[in-house]
Every structure is written in structure tokens, then in C-alpha cells.
């Protein structure tokens, strides 16, 4: 489900290079999502990084479930 959000994110609106820095920034740990958002000049308006903007003033709206684990799903097997 992560992976079709982040392949049809660009579609959405907003600069491809924003959205991969998004991505890159939610699979990694928190000093460097820190210093990939800051780097590609993302402005972080949520505790939670779900809602973001570029320079520009566009909108990046994440869902909870790209920027963590979801804890009630059961794996497949």
C-alpha cells in the first residue's frame, strides 16, 4: 500500500524531487529525516510530517500509514 501511494504521489501536485525527498525522509530514522527535509528546503507544519510544503507554497499531504508501521494489520504468511 506504501509503495502505491509513493508511485502515484507526484500526481497529486507538487515537484517530483519534493515527493522522493518525502519518501526518503519517512523510511529513514529521525536526524536524517531531519537533514534530508531541511536539505530539499521542506517546511514541516505537523508533529507528524503530514503535512508539509515546498518553497513554493505547495502542499504535501502524507498519510500516517507511509510515515510509520501500521500495528493492526495481520502479515501474510
Known sequence: ????????A???????????ALRAAAEADLGLARA???SAGI???????TTC??????KYDLPK????EPTNLIKDE
Not at 10 to 16: I, S, T, V
Not at 53 to 58: L, S, V, W
Open 1 to 8: 500500500m506504501r509503495d502505491e501511494f509513493w508511485d502515484t
Open 53 to 58: 510544503y515546498d518553497e513554493r507554497g505547495a
Open 65 to 68: 500509514y507511509v510515515l510509520s
Open 36 to 38: 534530508i527535509v531541511d
Open 43 to 49: 517546511i514541516v507544519t505537523s508533529d507528524d510530517m
Open 10 to 20: 507526484p500526481h497529486y501536485g507538487g515537484q517530483k524531487e519534493i515527493w522522493d
